[in-house]
DNA sequence: TATTTATTCGGTCTATTGACGAATTAATTT
DNA sequence: AAATTAATTCGTCAATAGACCGAATAAATA
C-alpha cells in the first residue's frame, strides 16, 4: 500500500500549472493515454510523460490498461487512483446525520446516515467521528486517507473565523470549537459551511443546477433560508448570514416583535408560522406542515388557503431574490419546498409577479443535496490544496486611492 | 515622443506574472529604484533589470531622478509613465454628460461635464466623441492614446453582449451599437455598465466604501436602484439586471397593474411616487422631489410626512438587502440618497427593523461616482490587458457530474 | 508499410546565484 | 583640512538550473 501522497514539493509555477492542467484533464477524461493527455493540454509529449511520472510517483495516478485495435502502438492508459486521497462530505442535521466518502476523482463511495444524537454539542461530534471512521473502514480507506472534510450545518458560519455562530436547531453547537475537535477527532483539516449553502453547491454539482453561473437556492422546511451564487461563486456576505431571508420584510408588519425576533417573513412561512395561521384560520388539529398538506389534498378548503398564502408568501421572496440578483434559475428546496405540487403554486404566484419570470426547479437531490455539497466543496479543496494556484488569483489590484489628482 | 507601448509581444507565463508584479509594485509605491523593487517582489536584481529594460522600451516607466543621502551607490528611481497609456470613463445621464481622463497610474488628469444632448442618441454618441477629444488634446494627450473605455449609463446592461437593453432616461439608446459606434468613433475599445454599478465601484476605489469587500450601494434619485458588491465582486446578475429593487414587493400591492409595470417599490419611492404621494396627501403643488425635501425643512407637515413614509420604505429595501447579502455597510447615493439628513431617517428606521444593523453612509463622490467608477474599471481592465494571467484565472473545476457514483 | 506511441537529444527561455565594478558615505589617517 | 581607506549599496556579467518545445529515433502494431 503506498504512503499517502506527501505534499507536494515546491514546484516552479509553470510546473505546477502543468500539473494542474493535467490533472484537470485526468479527472474529465477519465482512462486516457499520455499522447493524448498531450493533444488535449496543449503540452509536449515529453512534459507530459514527466508529469504523468512525478503523479504515478506520489500515488496520484495509476495504469489501467492499453489501447487497442488502434493502427500503431499500443498506448498506456492512466486514470486517478483512489490512493491520491479521499474526502468526507457531513451533513449535520438537527434531525439526521449524513455522512458521504469519495475519492480524489469525485467518484461518491459510499453514503450512509443515522439519526443525530438528540444530546446534540459533544455528543453528536463524537457521532460523526464514529460514523466516519465506520465508513472508511468499511471502504477498504484508512481514515488517516482522508485529506478535506466539510460539514454542512444549519447556522450561520462566519467566513473568518470558520465558527458556528447561530446554530438554533442543534443544542449547545454554538459553544464548541467545532472546526478544531473535529478535525483532531477525524486527524484532518474540516470546514464549516451552512447547509442551504452547500446544498445549493450540490444542485450545481450534481443536481438540477449544472452549468449555470447565477442560481438562487430557496430552502422552505422547518424554516426558511436562501443559498445565493452569482458569478460563479457563493455569496456568505459579511458575516456568512447572506440568505438569512426569514428576515425579509415581506408577509406582516416589520415592526412587530415577533418579526423582529424571527424574523418577518419567517414567522408566516416557518414550519410554526404555518401551523399557527392553520389553527387561527380555525383548523383543526396537527402536528406538522405535511399533515396541512395532506389535509389540502383531500378537500380541507382552510388547509388549502393556508398553503396558498404560504405560496404567494414565497412567491414574494422569490420576486425579491429576482429584483436583487436576477439569478437564471431558481430551485426550490426542504422538505416543503421541494415538494413539485408546492413549486407550482410558487411558479404561479411569480408569474402574475415579475416582468420577467425566472424558471423554477425543485431540487433533485433532495436531503441528499448537502452532504453532496459538502463532498464538492471538500474535493475542491482538496484539488486546490494540490494544484492551487494561490498567488496567481488574485486581481490586480487598482493604484491606490491616496493618489494626487491633478483637478479634484 | 515615443510611440503608444505596442500589444506587449508574447512572453511566457512566468515572466507575465514578473512583469505583472513588477508592475503592481510600480503602481503602488511610486518613485523606486529597482533594487527595491527586487526587494519588494522577492526577484532577482537581475530579473528585475530585464523587466524594468522591457517596460522602459515599451514606454511604460521612466526615471524619475535619483536616491541620495544613502549610504552607497546612489540608485535610479523609476514610476509609470503617462506614455504608457490613459483611460476615459464617460458617465452619460439623462441630464449630464461627465468625461474624465487618467494615466495608466491612476492619476486623474482632467473631468469635463456638459449637459447631454436631450436629442439623446447618436446626438450623444456625437457629444461624447467631442468631449472625449476635447479632453485629450487639452492635456496633451493624442487620443489615439486612450486604451481603454468605460461608459457609465442607466439602464440594464447585458454582461455578455455589452449591449443596452432599456435604457428608459436616454431617448433611442437601446436601438444603438453603442460599443461599436463609439469604439469605432474614438479608436479605442469600450465597455459599457450601469451606472449604480459604476457608482458603487467608484465608492470603493476612491470613495466611502474602500477596502470593504461586501458593500451594497443604494441609489436613490429619480428612480431607485441598488448595486452590490459581494466576495470583492460585482453581482450583474444573469441579465445584468442585478440591483433592479424597484421591483421589489414592498410599499404596496405587487399584483396592481403600475406595480407590475413600474415596479411595486419605484412606483412609491420614486421622484413621480414621491410627487404623487405629496399631491395626494393634499400638498400644494410642487415641480421637483427637492421641492418637497425644502417644504419639509420650513415646517411643511404634509411633505415631512411624506419623507418620512419614503425614508420607511428605503430602510425596508435596506432589510431586504441585509438579510438578502449581509453586507458590511450601505452607501447611500442618488438626488435624495446622498442627502445626509436623509440617510438618518433610513438609518433610524433601520435600526428598528434589522436585528443587527449595518453601517450606512452617504456616497462621498456624488454625481462624480459613476464617472470615477467607470474610471476605476477602465484602469482596471487596461491592466488585465497588459498584466492579466487569462487562462490561470479559471478555478480549477470539479469532475463532471456525470460520474456514476458507487452507491446512488 | 504506414501509423501511432514513447523516449532521447539538443535548443530556448526564464530566473537565480555569486562575483564584480561603480558610486557613494563614513571613518580614519596624515 | 585633505586624503586615504573601509563599508555599503546599486547594477551588470557569467554560469547554472528548471521547464518547455521540436526533431529525431526507436518500438509496437494494424
Redesign the interface.
Known amino acids: 500500500m503506498t504512503m499517502p501522497a506527501p505534499p507536494p514539493p515546491v514546484t516552479?509555477?509553470?510546473r505546477q500549472?502543468s500539473r494542474?492542467s493535467v490533472?484537470?484533464a485526468l479527472?474529465?477524461r477519465s482512462p486516457i493515454s499520455r499522447a493524448d493527455l498531450a493533444k488535449v493540454t496543449g503540452l509536449s509529449k515529453q512534459t507530459m510523460s514527466e508529469v504523468v511520472d512525478a503523479f504515478g510517483q506520489q500515488g496520484l495516478v495509476r495504469q489501467v490498461g492499453r489501447t487497442s485495435g488502434n493502427v500503431g502502438r499500443t498506448a498506456v492508459l492512466y486514470e486517478l487512483s483512489p490512493e491520491g486521497g479521499h474526502v468526507l462530505g457531513i451533513d449535520l442535521g438537527a434531525r439526521r446525520l449524513t455522512v458521504a466518502l469519495a475519492d480524489i476523482?469525485?467518484?461518491?463511495?459510499?453514503?450512509a446516515d443515522e439519526p443525530t444524537d438528540s444530546r446534540g454539542g459533544a455528543w453528536a461530534l463524537d457521532q460523526i467521528a464514529r460514523l466516519s471512521d465506520r465508513l472508511a473502514r468499511d471502504n477498504h480507506t484508512h481514515p488517516s486517507r482522508i485529506r478535506s472534510i466539510v460539514l454542512a450545518t444549519p447556522g450561520v458560519v462566519n467566513p473568518k473565523s470558520g465558527a458556528i455562530e447561530m446554530a438554533p436547531n442543534i443544542t449547545g453547537l454554538g459553544h464548541l470549537n467545532v472546526v478544531g475537535l473535529l478535525g483532531e477527532k477525524l486527524g484532518s483539516p474540516v470546514v464549516i459551511e451552512n447547509d442551504i449553502n452547500l446544498a445549493l453547491l450540490g444542485e450545481i454539482?450534481?443536481g438540477c443546477a449544472?452549468n449555470v453561473?447565477?442560481v438562487a437556492f430557496l430552502a422552505l422546511g422547518s424554516g426558511i433560508g436562501?443559498g445565493?451564487f452569482?458569478?460563479?461563486?457563493l455569496?456568505?456576505?459579511?458575516?456568512?448570514?447572506?440568505?438569512?431571508?426569514?428576515?425579509?420584510?415581506?408577509g406582516g408588519d416589520?415592526?412587530q416583535a415577533a418579526s423582529?425576533?424571527q424574523?418577518c417573513l419567517e414567522y408566516q412561512v416557518g414550519a410554526t408560522g404555518v401551523l399557527r395561521r392553520y389553527r387561527e384560520a380555525g383548523g383543526s388539529e396537527v402536528e406538522s406542515v405535511m399533515q396541512v398538506f395532506e389535509r389540502a389534498q383531500v378537500g380541507d378548503p382552510i388547509a388549502a388557503q393556508v398553503i396558498e398564502e404560504t405560496a404567494r408568501l414565497i412567491g414574494?421572496a422569490a420576486?425579491?431574490?429576482?429584483?436583487?440578483?436576477?439569478?437564471?434559475l431558481i430551485v426550490l428546496g426542504g422538505s416543503v419546498g421541494a415538494r413539485p405540487d408546492f413549486a407550482d403554486q410558487v411558479a404561479r404566484v411569480l408569474l402574475?409577479?415579475?416582468?420577467?419570470p425566472v424558471e423554477i426547479r425543485t431540487s433533485t437531490l433532495g436531503r441528499r443535496a448537502g452532504v453532496v455539497g459538502a463532498l464538492?466543496v471538500a474535493?475542491?479543496r482538496l484539488?486546490?490544496a494540490f494544484?492551487?494556484?494561490a498567488e496567481?488569483?488574485a486581481?490586480?489590484?487598482?493604484?491606490?486611492?491616496a493618489?494626487?489628482?491633478?483637478?479634484?
Open positions: 516552479s509555477v509553470t500549472l494542474r490533472f484537470e479527472l474529465h476523482a469525485g467518484r461518491v463511495l459510499a453514503e454539482w450534481h449544472q453561473a447565477n436562501l445565493l452569482t458569478n460563479g461563486q455569496v456568505r456576505g459579511e458575516n456568512g448570514a447572506a440568505g438569512e431571508i426569514g428576515y425579509l420584510p415581506i416589520p415592526l423582529r425576533l424574523g414574494l420576486a425579491a431574490v429576482i429584483a436583487m440578483v436576477d439569478p437564471q402574475q409577479l415579475s416582468p420577467r464538492s474535493l475542491s484539488h486546490d494544484f492551487g494556484v496567481l488569483a486581481a490586480l489590484p487598482l493604484p491606490p486611492p493618489h494626487r489628482s491633478a483637478r479634484q
